[in-house]
T-cell receptor, first 115, second 112 residues
Framework: EAQVTQNPRYLITVTGKKLTVTCSQN?????MSWYRQDPGLGLRQIYY???????DKGDVPEGYKVSRKEKRNFPLILESPSPNQTSLYFC??????????????FGPGTRLTVL | GENVGLHLPTLSVQEGDNSIINCAYS??????FIWYKQESGKGPQFIID?????DKRQGQRVTVLLNKTVKHLSLQIAATQPGDSAVYFC???????????FGKGTLLTVNP
């Protein structure tokens, strides 16, 4: 089954404790992206990657890191989480045609709470 | 900065009626637009997309209209069903970047 998986689905942590949210897709997509979703603010892009070893900042990259060592995986790293990073996080992937991401497939989301 | 927004945050319709969800965008360089549906507790799901060389595209019970003159996008859902109840987002991509920018969403409620 074609899908995007995220782990963990739920996480409660404390300020300053490094964490990683994993994302994996089995569709051989070039483009992968991380979003956070907050009430009243919709979906905001954190980082995206056009292919292996190619990443770039989205609209809200502060406090986050990503890596793309393999095509299928795109982990989101919070080196020192803070309460304002409490949010619902989505990973997405898509094919890449004519320099544009196509239809994006989203993972089920990760609910992160930073105390 | 450039952003994508929605005219109406909530929309309530009767089952069987047609629904129209609107979206305004400000980036005149945007050339690709997508509508997503997000049901409670789930990730966004692709509905339909349209490129700027088109002004209308139809899918199964859905139609997207693009008016580049006034930078307006709409999603029409025919014969709305209770299963259509969800938050709908428009998103745009354009210019020289590879980012997708989402609107804040419209909550569609279908009354039986």
């Amino acid at each position: 089954e074609a899908q995007v998986t995220q782990n963990p689905r739920y996480l409660i942590t404390v300020t300053g404790k490094k964490l990683t949210v994993t994302c994996s897709q089995n569709m051989n997509h070039e483009y992968m992206s991380w979003y956070r979703q907050d009430p009243g603010l919709g979906l905001r892009q954190i980082y995206y990657s056009m292919n292996v070893e190619v990443t770039d900042k989205g609209d809200v990259p502060e406090g986050y890191k990503v890596s793309r060592k393999e095509k299928r995986n795109f982990p989101l790293i919070l080196e020192s989480p803070s309460p304002n990073q409490t949010s619902l996080y989505f990973c997405a992937s898509s094919l890449y045609t004519s320099g544009r991401p196509n239809e994006q497939f989203f993972g089920p989301g990760t609910r992160l709470t930073v105390l | 900065g450039e952003n994508v927004g929605l005219h109406l945050p909530t929309l309530s319709v009767q089952e069987g009626d047609n629904s129209i969800i609107n979206c305004a965008y400000s980036n005149s360089a945007s050339d690709y637009f997508i509508w997503y549906k997000q049901e409670s507790g789930k990730g966004p799901q692709f509905i339909i997309d349209i490129r700027s060389n088109m002004d209308k595209r139809q899918g199964q019970r859905v139609t997207v209209l693009l008016n580049k003159t006034v930078k307006h996008l709409s999603l029409q859902i025919a014969a709305t069903q209770p299963g259509d109840s969800a938050v709908y987002f428009c998103a745009e991509n354009g210019g020289s970047n590879y980012k997708l920018t989402f609107g804040k969403g419209t909550l569609l409620t279908v009354n039986p």
